[in-house]
Each structure stands twice: as structure tokens, then as C-alpha cells.
């Protein structure tokens, strides 16, 4: 079920991206992901781990947006 739920996630989220990209970006995060499944069962906690990233990759992307809005207006 997690894995399908993943993958759908996953799909979604780097649709608009390069294949290569995607299939390196699947690959790694598949691999993180089966490791705390099968070893520590800690879903919980990687999903908060994910959640924390997103949010950091939210705030970069959000700052270079302002960035070239305020080089643009200057």
C-alpha cells in the first residue's frame, strides 16, 4: 500500500521534470524509504523527515523567486 502511495506521490510531483532527473531522484528516495520501512519501521518519522525537505526545497525555490522579481523591478 506505502509503496503504491509513494509512487503515485512521486509521479505526480516530478512530472514536469527531466526523465533522467526523475528516475535518479525515484531511485534514491525509493531506497530510503525501504530501508526505514524494513529495518527501523519508523514510516512515521520519515514522513515528517519528507515533510521538513519539502518545505526547505518550498522556501529555497520561493527565495530565488523573489530574487529575480526584486531584479526585475530594480
Known amino acids: 500500500m ?3 502511495l509513494v509512487h503515485n506521490i512521486l509521479i505526480i510531483q516530478f ?3 527531466k526523465k533522467q532527473e526523475t528516475s535518479r531522484v525515484y531511485r534514491a528516495f525509493m ?3 525501504l530501508y526505514y ?3 527501523y ?3 512515521p518519522f520519515f514522513c515528517y523527515i519528507q515533510l521538513i525537505y519539502k518545505m526547505i526545497i518550498n522556501t ?3 527565495i ?3 530574487k529575480i ?4 523591478l530594480l
Open 15 to 17: 512530472q514536469g521534470k
Open 37 to 39: 520501512i524494513q529495518k
Open 64 to 66: 530565488v523567486n523573489y
Open 31 to 33: 531506497h530510503i524509504h
Open 41 to 43: 519501521y519508523m514510516y
Open 69 to 72: 522579481m526584486l531584479s526585475t
Open 60 to 62: 529555497k525555490a520561493l
Open 2 to 4: 506505502s509503496f503504491s
